[in-house]
């Protein structure tokens, strides 16, 4: 069961991956080039430039022209893959360490 869990986040993870990308081109398509960056540093660093990215898409969705759709996607993306992340660690079995004597 987790390995299917873990299975299905990561295909969300990768959808989110993609939608991220884009609007990274449109924020530097943009000349908002501080935000891109700030939203990679992040991302890479604690994990929330994707959530910032997904804010400020939605934000400027009409500016960037960004379809509601392709939001909804990523935004979709993303939830799901913190949900299923969530919950595949949840129902994994856990290691149970014994000292040794």
């Known amino acids: 069961m987790p390995f299917m869990l873990y299975g299905l986040a990561s295909i969300a993870s990768l959808i989110s991956l993609v939608c991220f990308i884009l609007v990274l081109i ?13 939203c990679i540093v992040l991302g890479f660093c604690f994990g929330i430039g994707e959530i910032m990215a997904l804010v400020f898409a939605w934000q400027n969705a009409g500016r960037w022209r960004l379809s509601q759709n392709f939001l909804m996607i990523f935004t ?6 913190y949900v299923l992340y969530v919950a595949a660690y949840a129902v994994s079995p856990r290691l149970v360490l014994v000292p040794l004597q």
């Open 26 to 38: 449109k924020m530097f398509q943009d000349n908002k080039t501080g935000l891109a960056v700030a």
């Open 76 to 81: 979709v993306a993303l939830v799901a893959f």
